[in-house]
T-cell receptor, first 116, second 110 residues
Framework: GAVVSQHPSRVICKSGTSVKIECRSLDFQATTMFWYRQFPKQSLMLMATSNEGSKATYEQGVEKDKFLINHASLTLSTLTVTSAHPEDSSFYIC????????????FGPGTRLTVL | RKEVEQDPGPFNVPEGATVAFNCTYSNSASQSFFWYRQDCRKEPKLLMSVYSSGNEDGRFTAQLNRASQYISLLIRDSKLSDSATYLCGVKGTNAGKSTFGDGTTLTVKP
């Protein structure tokens, strides 16, 4: 299947700092990428849909000014958690779809964010 | 009602058992269906897509019932390594986002 990478894999930061997470599609071009958050023992929660060259579409209840998304190229989307607080501690996962009929999503390995 | 619902389990089965999971979806316009496997503290990985005619991959069989709006996953001859959380994913359009169930936890015991 297609390969999606994420960096960093783990971040520990102080409250109030901003954290940037990168998501890359390594062997395909992704016009659309998705950002999810998953708390322990809970389901994947879609935060936003990232569209190359245009503004991201945020899900209801997700603050767009706090979770900044930039999809500057067909292989890179970034999520910046601004002024992170302990309640933002979570597992952040991106995914991307290949073009074609099936369009299953391939997930990055995730970024575990801990805000102290 | 959630868009995609799964029995959370946990399912605890002995090695060699056959186990089946169901997943129901509410949007009748859904077009694509998938099963993912997620290990603890890891990302979901695609297990198999689900086709209208049903499909099989080794010990795994997936079925789609559009009339009743559910998909199923059957695992035969369970292995210890099958222990994981299984997520169903439903996509409305080919270019659209997927909605995931909360996952069903399977533990296969010796």
């Amino acid at each position: 299947g297609a390969v999606v990478s994420q960096h960093p894999s783990r971040v520990i930061c102080k409250s109030g700092t901003s954290v940037k997470i990168e998501c890359r599609s390594l062997d395909f071009q992704a016009t659309t990428m998705f950002w999810y958050r998953q708390f322990p023992k809970q389901s994947l929660m879609l935060m936003a849909t990232s569209n190359e060259g245009s503004k991201a579409t945020y899900e209801q209840g997700v603050e767009k000014d706090k979770f900044l998304i930039n999809h500057a190229s067909l292989t890179l989307s970034t999520l910046t958690v601004t002024s992170a607080h302990p309640e933002d501690s979570s597992f952040y996962i991106c995914s991307a779809s290949t073009s074609g009929g099936i369009n299953e999503q391939f997930f990055g390995p995730g970024t575990r964010l801990t805000v102290l | 009602r959630k868009e995609v619902e799964q029995d959370p389990g946990p399912f605890n089965v002995p090695e060699g058992a056959t186990v089946a999971f169901n997943c129901t979806y509410s949007n009748s316009a859904s077009q694509s269906f998938f099963w993912y496997r997620q290990d603890c503290r890891k990302e979901p990985k695609l297990l198999m897509s689900v086709y209208s005619s049903g499909n099989e991959d080794g010990r795994f069989t997936a079925q789609l019932n559009r009339a009743s709006q559910y998909i199923s996953l059957l695992i035969r001859d369970s292995k210890l390594s099958d222990s994981a959380t299984y997520l169903c994913g439903v996509k409305g359009t080919n270019a659209g986002k997927s909605t995931f169930g909360d996952g069903t936890t399977l533990t296969v015991k010796p």
